[in-house]
């Protein structure tokens, strides 16, 4: 890549910035401050004006791009080139869109969490009204209370968030667990820490539960983090927030760089796009799993990583009715049955990122991607979730589909695409596996006529099973209407909750079916598959299974719903094993 300077000229002096591999006008703004030091003391990097030769005011980083003013550069005999550029401070006149545009970074790129209680984005203002805003409102939060699990700031006022505008913050468990834990490694010893999961589920807002935190625990002196300042990253902006006089400041990169190298200072990166600065003081990365910075940082650094969960239906549905009492009941329901646990998702009904993904070829195909994280959320991170450990320690477990509406969807519009998913991902079954692989049995059983292999589990005998025609309709029931033996007569039934039909995916009048990639698949809910098998005359429970799982799958044992212990076997219940091409 071909070299690219400026050289600026400010107050007579002349000095050359290295700006290769700058991807915003601020980058430039803050490289020339920090170049100018002392001479540019009084004079923010936002408020800088850039010219080029011709004294047209340079907005945008493109404005100067050598493809877009090649009269201006001049070749350099080691390589690269440059162009002479004037800068002059902010006058005092009333700003311009363009002003606006070019200096507020941080409001250009602000996204909605909406998933926080009344929020919408930072409406884009001159950067030193919105920092006084921040203050404002980080002055008043010094009396924010906890209301039924809601951080308000006194009087209803605006969080002191700066990415967007928010009312309330909905304090999830995983942010008072994970604080624990952070005070915990901090005293330790140890400095580097992540926080990744699903995009969308409230991970950057962890940042204001962090600022409450330590506002209301530096009265008791009892948490083992006791900064005096946070210096605040999203991208290219720094904001620092001074603990002990109450206020926000937005620096440079220099002045950060010098801040992130004080002990008493609390680092918090935010963001995939934020490259981290050069630190000694405790640090904590807070992205989704696409950000290469923090996949290194985290490899680097040797950073403690935990993860956030996706929201459970009770916490979502607690958000609502304290933050979003407005949201109609049927809208919340059927957003969540799309979405599934992506709170931002579900509760920002302006966007439907689904729709989108659900057409992008990359992004379905990116499903395979089980054992890559970051590989797979690049194009397919709305059509996964990340699924945490539930001990306690959030630790990443696997990957897994957002939701059974989008593993329907993906086979009605790329059931080609998808049974080569399934056939890749085989060779390491896990939950995505095994989910697209139930979706595709019950699109084959609920339709029927088809021929399949099938050996008795209990004696060994090989034989075969023709599906019943049925006309493709799934029927849904729970553990309160359970069908008749009758109405199996033609039908194909799923039941709704996986939780108390542990043993089942569905039920018709020839048996009773469990899908599975699995080498083992133990019996569990004995209880409710009694009730189930009271249903037939001579019970059968059939484990449907890829091919290269067909041969060895054995008789399965009777555990208990949890753990491993083993549970009597349901009498008279007879199994099966039957083999399901991938065709």
Not at 202 to 224: D, E, H, M, P
């Amino acid at each position: 890549m071909s070299k690219r300077y400026l050289n600026v000229e400010y107050a007579g002096t002349r000095t050359r910035i290295d700006i290769t591999d700058f991807e915003d006008l601020s980058d430039a703004q803050d490289a020339i401050k920090a170049k100018y030091g002392p001479a540019m003391a009084d004079i923010g990097a936002p408020q800088l004006q850039l010219y080029d030769q011709q004294g047209q005011l340079i907005a945008d980083l493109d404005d100067i791009a050598i493809e877009n003013t090649p009269q201006y550069y001049k070749k350099r005999t080691r390589g690269g080139s440059c162009v002479v550029i004037g800068v002059l401070p902010l006058p005092p006149r009333q700003p311009t869109q363009t002003d606006l545009d070019s200096a507020s970074a941080a409001a250009s790129t602000s996204h909605l969490p909406a998933e926080e209680g009344s929020s919408r984005k930072r409406q884009r203002t001159e950067p030193e009204s919105e920092i006084n805003d921040l203050t404002a409102q980080f002055k008043l939060f010094a009396n924010s209370r906890l209301d039924k699990r809601c951080i308000q700031s006194q009087d209803q006022k605006l969080l002191p968030y700066p990415q967007n505008e928010v009312q309330k913050l909905y304090v999830r468990k995983c942010y008072k667990d994970v604080f624990k834990l952070l005070l915990a490694q901090i005293g330790d010893k140890k400095k580097s820490f992540a926080i990744s999961g699903t995009p969308g589920i409230g991970k950057s807002l962890f940042f204001v539960y962090i600022l409450y935190r330590l506002i209301k625990g530096s009265r008791k002196k009892t948490l083992s983090l006791k900064p005096n300042r946070i210096v605040y990253q999203v991208g290219s902006t720094y904001e620092c927030f001074d603990l002990q006089q109450q206020f926000v400041a937005r620096t440079t990169r220099f002045d950060a760089e010098e801040l992130v190298r004080k002990q008493d200072t609390f680092y918090v990166i935010d963001g995939r796009t934020s490259e981290p600065l050069v630190s000694s003081c405790i640090v904590l990365f807070i992205s989704s799993p696409r950000s290469e910075w923090y996949k290194e940082f985290v490899k680097q650094k040797m950073a403690k990583e935990w993860y956030f969960p996706v929201w459970t239906f009770k916490e979502l549905q607690a958000c609502w009715l304290h933050c979003y009492p407005d949201l109609r009941s049927k809208t919340f329901k059927k957003r969540y049955r799309i979405y599934g646990g992506v709170a931002r998702s579900v509760f920002d009904t302006s966007s439907d990122p689904i729709k989108k993904a659900l057409a992008d070829v990359n992004a379905v195909k990116g499903t395979q991607s089980i054992g890559e994280l970051t590989k797979a959320f690049t194009t397919s991170h709305t059509l996964l979730h990340v699924i945490v450990s539930d001990d306690g320690k959030y630790e990443f477990l696997h990957l897994d589909i957002a939701s059974k509406y989008v593993g329907e969807k993906l086979w009605q519009r790329h059931s080609s695409q998808m049974i080569t998913n399934i056939q890749v991902m085989l060779g390491t079954p896990d939950e995505i596996s095994r989910y697209f692989f139930e979706i595709y049995g019950h699109r084959v059983f609920s339709t029927g006529r088809k021929t399949l292999k099938c050996r008795c589990l209990e004696d060994g005998k090989a034989t075969k099973i023709t599906l019943d025609a049925l006309n493709g309709q799934r029927t849904t029931f729970g553990r309160d209407t359970i069908p008749t033996a009758a109405a199996l007569n033609g039908n194909y039934y799923e039941p709704t909750d996986d939780d108390n039909f542990p043993a089942i995916d569905s039920l018709s009048q020839q048996g009773m079916f469990q899908f599975t990639v699995a080498a083992e698949h133990p019996i569990r809910g004995v209880d409710i598959l009694t009730q189930l098998c009271n249903l037939y005359d001579e019970p059968k429970l059939y484990f449907v299974v890829p091919p290269h799982r067909f041969k060895g799958f054995k008789k399965q044992t009777f555990k208990a719903k949890k753990g491993t212990e083993q549970v009597q076997p349901i009498p008279g219940l007879k199994q099966y094993v039957i083999k399901l091409p991938l065709m």
